[in-house]
C-alpha cells in the first residue's frame, strides 16, 4: 500500500528498509519491522496509547478465542463488501496489537483475494506486539488524525472499538469504499460492569450522528454471544484490557480475581458506513 509522508503529505518511496518523500523527510524501519510515521508534535504524551501492560493483557484474553464469533463476523462482511475487489487497500485504524488485522488477511486470503493490508495505532508497543503476528501486513505507528495514506485510496477502513475522526476517517477512503465501525452494545460485559459499579449507566453513542457530515449509514448489524472466564489470570486479562478495569478499587479487583469462574455476555454494535 502507497504511503504518504506525515510531515508534507508527498509519497513516500521505500527503499530496503527506508522510506522517502521528494522532500527528503525520511523514515527508517524499526528492528522488529514496523514504520515509525507519528511526528512528535501529534503526540498527547511521551508514550501515547496502551501501554505493553495492557497491550499483553489483550492479547492474552484475544488468543484464548474469547472474541472469535465477533472476528469471524467481521471477516464475514468485510469479505462481503470487498468481494468485488480481487487486491482491495484496507486500513484497519487502531490496531492494537493486531488480532483482528491479522484474522481478515489470512480470511482474505484464504478466500482468494490478495489484500493490501495496513494497521495502524498510536502506541508503539501494541505495534510491536502486532509485528509478531504478520509479516504480509504493513504495520504502522502513527496518528489517526492524520492518516498516512494517500487520498481516495482505500476500499475499506476499519475502526473496531476507537476513537472516530469523522475527517480524518473520509480523506484516504475512495468514494465507492467502505467504513465499517464496531462499538459495544448496551449489554456489552453487562455483568462485569455490575459488578464494578453501584450503578451502571446506559450507553446512547450513536456513530452516525458523529460521523453524519461526511458518511451515511448503509445498516447495522449486532453479535451477541455468552463468554466464561475462567481463573485469576482469564479474568485478570479482561480487567488490565478495559477502561473498567482501570477504575476499580484494589478490593473489588481481589474479589473478582478469586472468583473461579466469570460468566459474560458479549453484545456489539457493527455499522456500515458509506463517504458522502
Not at 101 to 126: E, N, V
Not at 176 to 200: D, M, N, Q
Request: charged residues 25%.
Amino acid at each position: 500500500m502507497q504511503l504518504s509522508c506525515p510531515v508534507c503529505e508527498a509519497p513516500l518511496v521505500q527503499n530496503d528498509k527506508n522510506l522517502r518523500c521528494e522532500a527528503n523527510h525520511s523514515f527508517d524501519a524499526a528492528r522488529q519491522g514496523y514504520w515509525n510515521l507519528l511526528l512528535a508534535h501529534k503526540k498527547r504524551s511521551k508514550d501515547p496509547g496502551d501501554n505493553p501492560e495492557m497491550v499483553q493483557a489483550r492479547r492474552r484474553f484475544l488468543n484464548n478465542g474469547f472474541y472469535k464469533p465477533l472476528s469471524d463476523k467481521v471477516n464475514q462482511l468485510c469479505a462481503e463488501l470487498l468481494s468485488s475487489k480481487p487486491e482491495p487497500c484496507i486500513l484497519d485504524m487502531g490496531c492494537g496489537e493486531g488480532y483482528y488485522t491479522d484474522r481478515l488477511q489470512q480470511h482474505l486470503t484464504a478466500h482468494g483475494s490478495s489484500p493490501l493490508i495496513t494497521g495502524l495505532d498510536i502506541s508503539k508497543h501494541a505495534v510491536k506486539a502486532a509485528c509478531s503476528r504478520s509479516k504480509q501486513i504493513t504495520w504502522l505507528v502513527a496518528s489517526g488524525a492524520a492518516t498516512p495514506v494517500p487520498q481516495n485510496s482505500l476500499d475499506l477502513q476499519l475502526v473496531l472499538f476507537s476513537r472516530l475522526m469523522p475527517e480524518a476517517l473520509a480523506k484516504p477512503l475512495k468514494s465507492e469504499g467502505y467504513l465499517l465501525v464496531a462499538w459495544p452494545g448496551a449489554k456489552h460485559l453487562l455483568e462485569l460492569r455490575e459488578a464494578i459499579y453501584e450503578s451502571v449507566r446506559e450507553s446512547h453513542f450513536d456513530p452516525a450522528a458523529t460521523l453524519k457530515d461526511y458518511f451515511s449509514l448503509e445498516r447495522t448489524e449486532s453479535v451477541n454471544f455468552q463468554f466464561q472466564l475462567n481463573g485469576e489470570e482469564e479474568i485478570d486479562s479482561l480487567l488490565a484490557m478495559t477502561p473498567h478495569g482501570q477504575r476499580l478499587k484494589e478490593e473489588a479487583r481481589q474479589r473478582l480475581l478469586n472468583l473461579e469462574t466469570l460468566d459474560l455476555t458479549a453484545d456489539v454494535n457493527l455499522g456500515i458506513f458509506h463517504r458522502i
